[in-house]
């Protein structure tokens, strides 16, 4: 049989080379290095083929795809959300993901993303508080303390400057782990018995728990003036973060309007209700926080576009590396038309 041409072998990055590469760079870069590119997509925004992620809804989670692409590169990521997995010693989120040639339809990168996920999420959440927090904020609350908090409190770290970060989960086994992790990161770390204590003195809130169903994390009396909240676990229908009065009184920062209206916190408010798309607020045509007392929200849900950048980063910093392998996953009969010829061959 004759051994598949390099343009038929894929490149793949396991969950072991993903986690060697971000040591090899570094997490802080690493997490420095996404924002950049989430933002350099942003501000190419109309470039994108965009659509709400496609989602397929159990009792118990949900699966989702979510596609989009530019000129030269498509890709997707296959994502769960499954609340209940954390009790069965499983992940809440788990990921990979897909980018192509857009010339030749060819995959050119297969890769976990579940670590990428996390990743991503954080990194978004930081570059989105740069445009958005107060000026200054060096103390975050992060409010549930599972598989992200730790990379929410670092993105916060690398790319926005905070310096402390007050911890609270229902579950105290929880913030016990993520406060021994964050041990050594130079982070002031303070752990917290309810959620009132946590959000104390805290410029930034981020709210990043696990349920599927309406909850309330945080009450309108417990957010003060010109807090930034970092809303990142309501990202389902049905599954949401804050009270409704929160959203109220706060200007609203989202990714992708059509998607955070289903998804978002914001699938509490009425469909017309006012919200700014953060891309705008990146590219100058819109405003971002105003005043010093303005509560500013970002209600994240995760959109397509920053997968495909951190899909694009990867395959940019694999080459050359020894973090990946190559994948037989394509057909390469050597006519293009003798796919059946091939078969028989290998017989
Ligand atoms: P996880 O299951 O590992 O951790 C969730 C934590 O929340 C648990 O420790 C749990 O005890 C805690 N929790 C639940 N209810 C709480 C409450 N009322 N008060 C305080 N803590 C509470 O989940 P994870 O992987 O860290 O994900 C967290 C959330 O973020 C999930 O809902 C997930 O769907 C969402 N998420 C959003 C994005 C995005 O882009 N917006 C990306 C990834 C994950």
């Known amino acids: 049989m004759t051994p598949p041409s390099r343009l038929a072998l894929v490149p793949f990055v396991s969950v072991q080379n993903m986690m060697g590469l971000v040591r090899h760079i570094g997490l802080a870069q690493v997490l420095r290095d996404l924002a950049a ?9 109309e470039e994108f083929d965009k659509t709400p992620r496609v989602a397929s809804h159990s009792d118990v989670g949900v699966i989702e795809l979510m596609p989009t692409a530019d000129k030269a590169h498509y890709g997707f990521k296959y994502v769960n959300g499954h609340p209940k997995n954390m009790k069965e010693g499983l992940q809440t ?7 192509a040639d857009v010339a030749t339809g060819y995959p050119i990168l297969l890769t976990e993303m579940t670590m990428l996920t996390a990743l991503r999420t954080a990194a978004m959440s930081a570059l989105a508080a740069s445009h958005l927090a107060p000026k200054g904020a060096r103390t975050m609350a992060v409010i549930g303390n599972g598989a992200q908090s730790e990379f929410q409190c670092l993105a916060f770290q690398a790319v926005c400057g905070i310096d402390t970060v007050r911890l609270y989960d229902i579950d105290p086994t929880a913030t016990a782990k993520c406060a021994a992790n964050l041990a050594g990161t130079g982070l002031r770390v303070v752990s917290c018995t309810s959620p009132e204590q946590a959000i104390e003195g805290a410029q930034i809130v981020t709210t990043v728990t696990a349920d599927k169903r ?42 992708y309007p059509p998607q955070t209206r289903v998804e978002g916190e914001i699938q509490q408010l009425d469909p017309d209700h006012p919200v700014t798309e953060l891309w705008r607020v990146m590219a100058g045509t819109a405003p971002g926080r105003t005043d010093a007392a303005q509560v500013t929200l970002f209600d994240s849900v995760g959109f397509a576009i920053e997968d495909f950048s951190v899909l ?36």
């Open 93 to 99: 989120v788990t990921a990979f993901g897909l980018l």
């Open 37 to 45: 590119a989430i933002e350099a997509d942003f501000l190419r925004w």
């Open 312 to 347: 694009r980063y990867v395959h940019a910093r694999i080459k050359g590396t020894r973090f990946y392998d190559d994948l037989d996953m394509l057909a390469d009969p050597d006519d293009p038309r003798d796919l059946y010829g091939m078969l028989q061959r290998a017989g």
């Open 214 to 255: 309406n909850q309330t994390i945080l009450t309108d009396n417990m957010v003060g003036a010109g807090v930034h909240i970092n809303a990142v676990g309501g990202d389902c229908p049905g599954k949401t973060e804050l009270h409704r009065d929160i959203l109220m009184r706060s200007e609203i920062f989202v990714e």
